[in-house]
């Protein structure tokens, strides 16, 4: 059977893969008359329980998409009492929570939280779960897939937001496997009843000996989220729901500041992420093809930039192709790639140094401390950034441009 998708503007866009980068992309498109199908391989959409951080360089699209109150109702706020400290809890510096203006638009959310939040906008009719994609082909005129249930679906332009993993990033660039970056995260929900002294707005790392620790609250304040990120020797399989160990977690803490060790007294399960991240592709796409989110610029979390960029790829996607024809896509995805990498590959390469920050892998600690203060106004222009007023300039320019 050929999905045939609701044809509710010229162009018809096939999305592989319904996370963050995925959903957020199908709203941002289909709210610019782009006819957005996501097609995921999972059975429903969803994920286990750990936190993602929404800043406001991506906030203020959601925003715009009309989604400022339902995220309010389940995010938490992130700020008052954010701050960087060493192991042994004494204070290296505030952590930044509002862009330049001094807009606090930061919440921790429950990741499940996040992504109902993004498909619930979405007609029923435009998620195909059980839709595992494995075959890709274009031509001159429309591109098509193939998933593993039998199903094939045509479109005129397909965003692989498929991950890290990516199934269809091998028809772009020559597949290379993601490099681990010899650190395991140990994650988990808390109740935060079971700390009523916690601070309730705080974003809290603390660093050092090879390892940090952070924690942030999620959920309206009602759960917090914890990350403990723990240097390991064995490499394993990169995955979202392998049971960690909670004992080897708190061990790995043993000695630090008593609001870590006494938070991980209290935890009872977690799980566990092998972290990788690749380098920045030399392309981005082919014809009709464009990768996005993680398949495009897999990165560290320790920006906790990769969900955010995902979604200021799906919005410089929907503002580079609103109005255009099929014939337009190859050289329109051509603009995208040209638009996103120049801060995309920054954003890549800071996460991978921050990691070296917060893992205390600096000869000089007070250097370390230094550029933490300083990466403040790094930190600004991350969150003052507005992709779609980027994009729209883009696109702009572009049509001034000769052919
Ligand atoms: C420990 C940790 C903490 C993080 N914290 C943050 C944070 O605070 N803020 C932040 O912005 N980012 C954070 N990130 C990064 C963020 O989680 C990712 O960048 C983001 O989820 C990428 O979204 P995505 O949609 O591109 O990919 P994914 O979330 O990986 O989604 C890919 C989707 O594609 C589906 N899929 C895969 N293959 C196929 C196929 N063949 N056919 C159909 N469907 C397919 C998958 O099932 C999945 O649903 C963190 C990451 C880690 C590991």
């Not at 503007?9 to 999305?15: D, K, S, T």
């Not at 993602?52 to 339902?70: C, E, K, T, W």
């Not at 638009?339 to 954003?347: A, G, I, S, Y």
């Amino acid at each position: 059977m050929t999905i045939q998708p609701d044809r509710i503007g010229r162009l018809r866009a096939a999305i592989v893969g319904g996370g963050i980068g995925g959903l957020s992309a199908a709203n941002a498109l289909r709210r610019r008359g782009v006819d957005a199908m996501v097609y995921e391989q999972a059975k429903v959409i969803g994920e286990v329980g750990a936190g993602v951080f929404i800043y406001p360089n991506s906030l203020r699209q959601l925003d715009r998409m009309g989604f400022g109150a339902a995220l309010a109702a389940v995010g938490a706020k992130v700020g008052r009492g954010s701050e960087y400290c060493r192991m042994d809890g004494s204070v290296v510096g505030p952590i930044l929570t509002t862009d330049s203006s001094g807009w606090n638009g930061l919440y921790g959310m429950h990741r499940a939280d996040l992504l109902d939040v993004l498909a619930r906008a979405l007609p029923a009719s435009a998620i195909c779960t059980d839709h595992r994609c494995i075959g890709f082909e274009q031509d001159g005129t429309a591109a098509r897939l193939r998933f593993a249930n039998g199903a094939s679906a045509e479109a005129d332009v397909v965003i692989a937001a498929d991950g890290i993993q990516s199934v269809l990033q091998c028809h772009v660039v020559a597949p290379r496997p993601p490099e681990y970056s010899g650190v395991r995260a140990f994650r988990g929900l808390i109740a935060r009843e079971k700390l009523p002294r916690w601070r309730k707005e705080a974003h809290q790392v603390w660093m050092g000996d090879g390892k940090h620790f952070m924690v942030f609250p999620v959920r309206n304040g009602s759960l917090l989220n914890y990350v403990g990120f723990v240097p390991t020797t064995t490499e394993t399989a990169e995955s979202w729901s392998a049971p960690g160990d909670r004992d080897e977690l708190a061990a790995s803490f043993q000695g630090w500041d008593p609001r870590v060790t006494g938070l991980l007294e209290k935890v009872e399960t977690c799980f566990w992420w092998s972290l990788y991240d690749r380098r920045p592709l030399p392309s981005w796409t082919s014809g009709r093809l464009a990768l996005l989110g993680d398949a495009a610029h897999a990165m560290l979390p320790h920006l906790g930039q990769g969900a955010n960029q995902a979604i200021e790829d799906g919005v410089a996607l929907a503002v580079l192709l609103e109005g255009r024809d099929a014939a337009d896509v190859p050289a329109i995805l051509t603009r995208y790639e040209r638009l996103r990498r120049v801060r995309t590959d920054v954003v890549q390469a800071e996460a991978r140094q921050n990691g070296l920050r917060y893992d205390s892998k600096y000869a000089s600690l007070e250097q370390r401390d230094r550029e933490i203060v300083n990466a403040r106004e790094f930190r600004k222009g991350l969150y003052d950034y507005d992709v779609e007023e980027a994009a729209i300039a883009a696109r702009d320019d572009g049509e001034r441009l000769p052919a």
